[in-house]
């Protein structure tokens, strides 16, 4: 399967992504991994990322497009894969449809993992680090500073759920409860045997 995992900050993304790939057998991929190959590969890519990177500049999405694109061409990805932050705007969508397209494949569905704000919010201020001894939090997971985090989603990724649903590829699953509750939610999506109580298909 070739599956797209969308969700907030703090929705349990990447623990699900690890827990779904390895469930179907196929690669959990992330640009940041991606991003991180590349650089200390010092391939081409890498090379330009780097530059950007230096700068404390976004780095454009024709080379992001480009890496993911060379990263789904690699053999451990010809049976499936489930991206994991990408993409993370409709011109990356967009461009991941017809990249996909020259390598003769397709997405098979795209889950976006929904959590209530507030719940996110708490989840993620609640986290605590440890500090030359003492439990601390960071300046990024303060309540003021979540919120912000989860209106940038809302305005620049969120509306790529909205693109998947138009293209009839999205399903939204609930992510309260237990990682495995949430997991077998995700499966049921996915229609792969083993799912529990299903997610519900976005109306198409």
């Given at each position: 399967m070739r599956i797209v995992l969308l969700g907030p900050p703090g929705a349990g993304k990447g623990t699900q992504a690890q827990i779904i790939a390895g469930t179907l057998g196929v690669p959990a991929i992330s640009t940041g991994d991606i991003f991180?190959?590349?650089?200390?590969?010092?391939?081409?890519?890498?090379k330009k990322v780097k530059t950007f990177l230096d700068a404390g500049n976004l780095v454009p999405d024709e080379i992001t497009v480009a890496m993911v694109k060379d990263r789904l061409a690699e053999a451990d990805a010809e049976g499936g894969f489930l991206l994991?932050?990408?993409?993370?705007s409709i011109p990356q969508a967009e461009q991941l449809r017809d990249s996909l397209g020259e390598l003769g494949h397709k997405l098979d569905r795209v889950v976006e993992l929904v959590v209530e704000e507030d719940e996110?919010?708490?989840?993620?201020?609640?986290?605590?680090?440890?500090?030359?001894?003492?439990e601390v939090q960071r300046d990024d997971d303060k309540p003021e500073t979540v919120r912000h985090r989860l209106s940038v989603y809302r305005e620049q990724t969120a509306p790529v759920a909205g693109f998947y649903e138009g293209e009839g590829l999205l399903a939204r699953v609930d992510a309260i409860g237990e990682i495995d509750e949430v997991t077998s939610r995700v499966l049921a999506a996915l229609g792969v045997e083993g799912g529990g109580e299903a997610g519900q298909p976005a109306a198409v």
């Open positions: 991180r190959a590349n650089v200390s590969g010092q391939t081409e890519l890498g994991d932050g990408f993409p993370r996110l919010v708490r989840r993620l201020s609640g986290r605590r680090m440890i500090v030359d001894g003492k």
